[in-house]
C-alpha cells in the first residue's frame, strides 16, 4: 500500500486513518482490541483519538479511548506499527491551548496510552484567547523533549490557521504539519472555499473527520425511522433532505458498479481528492474495518468521480439536463481496482 506523508515530515502514513472515538462508546475494550488488530492486519496504521473521547457516553467522563489503546499496545506490543494522533483543548476538564494545560494534558494522555510519545498531537479547536506564541512554544518543548513529534490543527478556520502558520515562520517556532476539517460528500463547501487553499498554501497534509457524515453515506438511513435505531441516528437527521438522499443514491449506483459497499466508495472519493492525505472512520465490527480498509484499493472512474460530484453539488448548480437523467444511466463505465 503507498503511504502518504504528513505535512514536510518523515511519518508515512497509509490513506485511511482509524477513528477511536467509538472506544469506550459504541465498542467496549475487547472489540476494540479486535479492530485494531484488523486494521494493522490489512495494512494500515494511522489511528486519531482525542482526550475527550469519549465523554458523551453515559458513564464515561473523557479519556476512555486513549485508556483502551494503551491497553491494546501494551497487551499487543504494536505500538511501532502505528502513527498515532490524539487531541488537546476541547475537553471541558482540560480546555484550551495554554501552555499550562497542553503540559498537564499531554502528560494525562501519555499515562492513559501507556506511551511516552505522540506521534501527532492535534490543537482540537482554535482558542482565541491564547497567544500563537504560547501554542506553538508549549508545542516546542513537547518536541524538544521527545513527547510529540508533529503538530496539527483541527477546527480552525481559514483565516486563523494562516495566521498560525505565519506565526510559526515568524517565530522561529513548530508550524502545523496537518489539518483535520470536516469534510465528506455532503459538507464540502467549508473545507474547499476556506481551509483547502490555505492547506495547500502550506503544503498541510488534510485527514477528515465526519468522513461518512456520522454513518449516513453508509446509505443505511433513508428515513426517520431508520435514524431512530442507532446510537448515531440522532447525528443524521440533517442529511435526510433531497440532496442527501441523491448523494446516497449515486453511492450506491457506484457502489453497484464496482461490486462494493456505499461507504467503501464515499471514502475512495476522498481518497482520491488531491489535497487529502486520508479520511477518518470508524468501525464497530471487524466486517466494517475491512469495508473500510477496501476503499483504499478502489480505483473510482472519471465517470464515477463525475457522477458522484453531480450528486453532490447543490442543486442550483445541475443543469436542467442531468437532473432529468435516471442516476443509473448517467454512466456506463466502470471504475477498476488494484
Known amino acids: 500500500m503507498q503511504k502518504r506523508t504528513i505535512g514536510t515530515s518523515n511519518l508515512q502514513v497509509a490513506p485511511l486513518v482509524f477513528g477511536a472515538n467509538v472506544f469506550g462508546w459504541t465498542a467496549d475494550q475487547r472489540t476494540a482490541f479486535s479492530l485494531l488488530d484488523t486494521f494493522v492486519d490489512q495494512g494500515l496504521n494511522f489511528v486519531d483519538t482525542a482526550d475527550s473521547y469519549s465523554h458523551w457516553a453515559e458513564g464515561n467522563q473523557g479519556g476512555e479511548s486513549e485508556t483502551i489503546i494503551g491497553k491494546w499496545f501494551r497487551q499487543s506490543g504494536k505500538r511501532d506499527k502505528i502513527v498515532l494522533a490524539t487531541k488537546v483543548g476541547m475537553w471541558k476538564q482540560r480546555p484550551g491551548l495554554s501552555a499550562a494545560n497542553i503540559e498537564a494534558a499531554v502528560n494525562d494522555s501519555l499515562r492513559r496510552l501507556q506511551t511516552d510519545y505522540i506521534d501527532v498531537y492535534f490543537s482540537h479547536i482554535d482558542d482565541h484567547e491564547t497567544p500563537f506564541e504560547e501554542t506553538l512554544g508549549a508545542y516546542q518543548k513537547l518536541i524538544g523533549a521527545g513527547k510529540v513529534r508533529v503538530i496539527g490543527a483541527s477546527n480552525f478556520g481559514g483565516e486563523r490557521l494562516n495566521a498560525a502558520m505565519e506565526a510559526s515562520k515568524a517565530l522561529g517556532l513548530p508550524a502545523y504539519q496537518v489539518l ?14 476556506d481551509l483547502e487553499p490555505v492547506a495547500r498554501a502550506h503544503k498541510l497534509a488534510v485527514v477528515t473527520y465526519f468522513s461518512l457524515a456520522s454513518g449516513f453515506l453508509s446509505g ?33 449506483e457506484v457502489a ?10 464515499a471514502l475512495a472519493w476522498i481518497i482520491a481528492r488531491p489535497s487529502v492525505t486520508a ?14 480498509a477496501a476503499a483504499t484499493r478502489l480505483q473510482l472512474s472519471s465517470d464515477d468521480m463525475q457522477l458522484l460530484a453531480e450528486a453532490s453539488a447543490p442543486r442550483n448548480n445541475r443543469s436542467a439536463q442531468d437532473r432529468q437523467r435516471p442516476i443509473a444511466m448517467r454512466s456506463k463505465h466502470r471504475s477498476k481496482r488494484d
Open 256 to 265: 453497484r458498479r464496482n461490486n462494493t459497499a456505499p461507504a467503501t466508495v
Open 220 to 252: 443505511k438511513y433513508r428515513s426517520k425511522a431508520d435514524t431512530a435505531k442507532g446510537a448515531r441516528g440522532a447525528l443524521v437527521d440533517k442529511y435526510l433532505n433531497e440532496r442527501g438522499l441523491r448523494i446516497v443514491d449515486a453511492l450506491v
Open 180 to 193: 483535520q476539517p470536516e469534510y465528506n460528500l455532503y459538507d464540502r463547501m467549508a473545507y474547499e472555499n
Open 279 to 292: 479520511p477518518i472512520a470508524s468501525a464497530t465490527s471487524v466486517a466494517q474495518v475491512e469495508s473500510l
